[in-house]
């Protein structure tokens, strides 16, 4: 903290130590919670109550209706497994995508790395995931489903899912900077997304050559192996996570460098 | 210490371009003008700043002045890393905290406690950090009542003072102050230009953009003066500040018919034609009175009909407050009880005690009993009070106040203690 007293001339910022870095992502985070849920009577009650009145929606539409089954498991906790880390992904991207365009106060007035902006949106959406995650164990328990030692895959998946959430975020949110279109376009693709991933369905059920395709997207390993290590308490399907986990990475990372290039640029555009 | 080194900043004007704007723009590489699809060529380039180079030293006060768009806040973007140049290098050495707007980290649902916490992250400063300030910056912002109330229920000024507080005690190597002291009230401002005068008296550096020439000289001891993007001067406070005011003056001396054009109000009886201020010892136009000379408002009229015993109000306004320091008035003697057609009146104030500073004429008409309003001219010809030329040496205008009242120190030795 104490800087030395003849300081040397930078071309660059200041580094932001380590420590203030993750002050000011929790910081930030608790900023973007406290504003969501404030005069709100429900307050958390919505983290929970969005998958699962979603869920009861599936479970008439697909279930009843559409005669899918949950592969062995009552259809309302398979589809739960699914639709906690969908919202998570959805809910992340959907306010990620505005916010430096939301902070725009703070991006054209004070310095400080701007991916610390997606990142508290993302990570304020973890408060969401896990309440939601609270009520997926309520429902475990109710339909007596029990954990296995496949448990442990569980937050391997949700590694994945952050880094994959995160980086998709720091993408939208960046060229959404310089092109407000990108809003419009991420929430149509949103609510294509769900359907292109095993969240309704399992990918038991989607045949080559469509499976092929599936699998491609991220999302679908992330969900199998979520489902697969508590649903199902089983070993995961090693291909599909594999061919998540290669993208994972490469989409954050390139994502990352992407949103270190333009950062610069922001507060000339914004 | 701050080091601007050939730095041009520009920036693109069509930036809300359409994609037609975009494949046409694309379709001519390397071209540096937009392609906008209703107006066809447009330049694209505004240039912020061009071709500054500058060397700021720790331990100093840098006023920075210029007109609106002069590239002010360019500036102090650019040291702060919020922008980066298109063109040279911007070295800074140390801590940067801007104030281009205070409180702008805050959160309005979160209480003056959290947002010390945030606004102190945004600045860098961990958390164990700002809790052994917490007490000062509390105390300084005088925030201890609504420390655990949520922002939004704070008035303005309480929110900039916290802002201000918070940046101030985030131990910055550079400050960089915009025009924010604006808000506030008074005893806060000056309390806030105290501990900017303290940072300085420290070894930090302060950049100030301030329009109030008055604080700048209080608080900067070297000028930069900004004009079009690029450094106009940059030198010694007194003397830029000098030459900055003289030039303001000599614009708002050609403007001087239009001010008489605009901020126009009344009824139009009678219609100010002419208004001048005339130096009492030449007897000629001027837009500089010395300090304790005489000064003449020369007020010319047209009247298009038969108007009885109009008054004539003048006010002195002080430019940077808007401060009325003085008044006159005519009175039942000192114009025909009618008046018809043209005429001129002299308004004489014997001396002008005034202090060295900017200020402008409002006139009023009225009738006798200053009910209607024949003319208004809110905004007349501006003037500066100058040095006599035969100013004592070491006389410097450092005094506080706008009038400068005659006054002398006497000493008596009441008892001596051995």
Request: with cysteine; hydrophobic share 45%.
């Amino acid at each position: 903290m104490t800087a030395s007293p003849v300081a040397a001339l930078s071309d660059h910022a200041e580094r932001v130590g380590p420590r203030a870095y993750w002050e000011l992502l929790l910081n930030l985070t608790k900023r973007e919670v406290k504003g969501r849920y404030s005069q709100s009577l429900f307050g958390f009650g919505w983290a929970i109550i969005q998958p699962l009145a979603t869920m009861a929606v599936f479970t008439f539409v697909f279930s009843r209706l559409g005669n899918i089954s949950g592969d062995g498991v009552p259809y309302p906790i398979f589809a739960f497994g699914g639709l906690v880390p969908w919202f998570f992904f959805l809910n992340s991207v959907n306010s990620g995508t505005m916010s430096l365009i939301t902070y725009r106060n703070i991006v054209t007035k004070t310095y400080f790395p701007r991916e610390i902006i997606p990142f508290s949106q993302v990570c304020s959406r973890l408060i969401d995931f896990f309440a939601a995650g609270a009520m997926f164990v309520g429902l475990m328990v109710y339909y007596h489903v029990g954990l296995t030692r496949w448990a442990w895959m569980a937050p391997v998946a949700f590694l994945l899912l952050v880094l994959f959430t995160t980086g998709v975020t720091l993408i939208t949110s960046s060229v959404n900077v310089f092109y407000r279109d990108v809003s419009p376009v991420v929430q149509i693709a949103l609510q294509l997304w769900l359907y292109v991933t095993p969240v309704p369905y399992p990918l038991s059920r989607i045949k080559p050559p469509w499976r092929f395709w599936i699998e491609l997207n991220p999302l679908s390993g992330i969900v199998e192996c979520f489902r697969s290590s508590l649903v199902y308490g089983r070993e995961p399907d090693w291909h599909v996570l594999g061919i998540s986990a290669a993208f994972t990475a490469v989409v954050f990372m390139g994502a990352f460098a992407l949103f270190k290039s333009l950062d610069r640029y922001f507060a000339d555009v914004i | 210490m701050i080091r601007l080194d050939r730095v041009s900043k520009r920036y693109r004007a069509g930036r809300s371009r359409t994609v037609v704007d975009l494949i046409a723009s694309k379709l001519r590489r390397g071209d540096q003008h937009v392609y906008s699809a209703s107006r066809g060529k447009v330049d694209a380039n505004v240039w912020a700043m061009k071709d500054v180079s500058l060397d700021v030293t720790e331990g100093a006060g840098l006023g920075v002045i210029g007109s609106n768009g002069a590239g002010k806040t360019t500036l102090l973007k650019l040291v702060s890393r919020v922008t980066w140049p298109s063109s040279g290098r911007v070295q800074v050495a140390g801590r940067v905290v801007s104030l281009i707007e205070l409180g702008a980290g805050f959160h309005p649902e979160l209480t003056g406690r959290e947002n010390i916490y945030l606004g102190g992250g945004l600045f860098g400063l961990p958390r164990r950090e700002i809790d052994r300030r917490f007490d000062e910056i509390v105390q300084f912002a005088e925030v201890e009542a609504l420390i655990d109330t949520p922002m939004k229920r704070y008035s303005s000024g309480l929110y900039a003072r916290l802002g201000f507080s918070v940046a101030i005690y985030s131990n910055p190597d550079i400050v960089l102050v915009d025009e924010v002291l604006a808000v506030g009230d008074a005893a806060f401002r000056r309390r806030a230009l105290e501990s900017l005068r303290r940072l300085i008296s420290e070894g930090k550096t302060v950049l100030f953009i301030s329009h109030d020439m008055w604080n700048v000289r209080r608080l900067c001891n070297r000028i930069l003066w900004m004009d079009g993007g690029s450094v106009r001067a940059y030198g010694p406070a007194a003397e830029i500040a000098e030459r900055y005011m003289s030039e303001v003056n000599l614009r708002a001396l050609g403007n001087q018919q239009n001010a008489l054009q605009s901020h126009r109000g009344g009824t139009g009886e009678i219609r100010l034609t002419q208004l001048d201020i005339i130096d009492g010892g030449t007897g000629r136009t001027t837009d500089r009175i010395v300090e304790g000379g005489p000064l003449v408002v020369r007020a010319a009229y047209e009247a298009a009909a038969r108007v009885p015993a109009p008054v004539f109000q003048i006010a002195i306004v002080d430019v940077d407050t808007g401060m009325i320091v003085a008044s006159a008035s005519s009175s039942a003697g000192d114009v025909p009880a009618i008046v018809d057609g043209h005429g001129v009146v002299d308004c004489v104030f014997e001396s002008v005690p005034l202090r060295r500073r900017q200020f402008v004429l409002r006139m009023t008409i009225t009738d006798s009993h200053q009910l209607v309003s024949y003319d208004v001219v809110t905004a007349g010809p501006r003037f500066a009070v100058v040095a006599a030329p035969a100013a004592r040496a070491g006389d410097d205008d450092d005094e506080d106040g706008l009038v400068a009242l005659p006054y002398r120190f006497e000493h008596r030795m009441t008892s001596v203690v051995r």
